[in-house]
């Protein structure tokens, strides 16, 4: 059983949108530590899980030329995995140079057998205009179709485009929505975007005390920008700031009314 591992790419001014390439990979069990030797019947499966160790230096030495190689033996197979995985090796140049054509291409193969994710992506090369005219109207139909599937990070890319009013009407309710499908799967950056709609008061009733509890859930989960916004929240009295706890970048803890008082002896 293979976990895919979701790597997102971050636009923050007020109100994150994140409009993700994703980096799928998986985590290649072995319990030899000699690598598995290929042969002419190697089967799609067996070339693709020797490609991962590759990828992530699992019993072998870490090699993504290597890795690529076999994707593409894997992929050339119909293997989906493999196609995938391709498509991101294209998309941010990692053991190849980089090609967001060769990105799309290798994504709609993906697509065709049925992978959302590679639909997302492609929603995300749409949004971002790699390889392809820039088009939101585009990028929100693939967005869709896999955030309709419970793709986490599409239902995420649905809410901004919804809350930016990018391809779709601005509808803060509709964003609210989304983010909210986002945030149930445990989304650090949809909690985070909660927060913001409760804090300005779009598409909600302004709410301070809602927007905290919305960033500490994603500050809680590592979210630096939201314990941002909660420092912000405090030096500016819209809450309470006893006992609140706040994370830093150098993973230290701090409590924010002991930073106050600092500040005035």
């Known amino acids: 059983m293979y976990q895919r591992k979701i790597y997102t790419l971050t636009q923050s001014i007020l109100l994150a949108t994140v409009l993700s390439s994703s980096l799928i990979t998986a985590a290649c069990s072995a319990e030899s530590s000699n690598a598995p030797v290929l042969s002419n019947q190697s089967t799609p499966t067996e070339i693709y899980e020797l490609g991962l160790a590759y990828y992530e230096g699992n019993s072998v030495p870490q090699d993504y030329e290597k890795a690529f190689s076999l994707f ?53 090369l749409y949004y971002f205009g790699k390889g392809v005219t820039q088009n939101y109207d585009k990028a929100f139909k693939w967005y869709k ?4 599937k419970d793709v986490v990070i599409a239902q995420f890319n649905i809410g901004g485009l919804y ?25 650090d950056v949809a909690e985070l975007n909660i927060g913001g ?3 300005n008061g779009y598409g909600v009733p302004q709410d301070y005390d809602k927007a905290f509890k919305w960033y500490q859930k994603a500050a809680d989960k590592g979210n630096q920008e939201a314990s941002n916004r909660i420092g912000k929240l405090v030096m500016d009295g819209k809450i309470d700031d006893k006992d609140i706890v706040i994370y830093s970048t150098q993973e230290t803890v701090l409590i924010l009314d002991d930073i106050e008082n600092g500040l005035k002896n």
């Open 72 to 124: 593409k033996r894997a992929a050339d197979r119909e293997y989906v995995e493999a196609q995938f995985n391709l498509g991101v090796m294209y998309e941010n140049g990692v053991g190849v140079d980089q090609d967001y054509k060769q990105a799309m291409q290798s994504y709609l193969l993906a697509a065709d057998n049925g992978d959302f994710d590679a639909k997302n992506n492609i929603g995300s």
């Open 145 to 148: 179709e896999a955030a309709d």
């Open 197 to 199: 709609l409760y804090e």
């Open 163 to 187: 809350e930016n009013g990018y391809g779709v009407p601005q509808d803060y309710d509709k964003a609210f929505e989304w983010y909210s499908k986002a945030a149930d799967q445990g989304l």
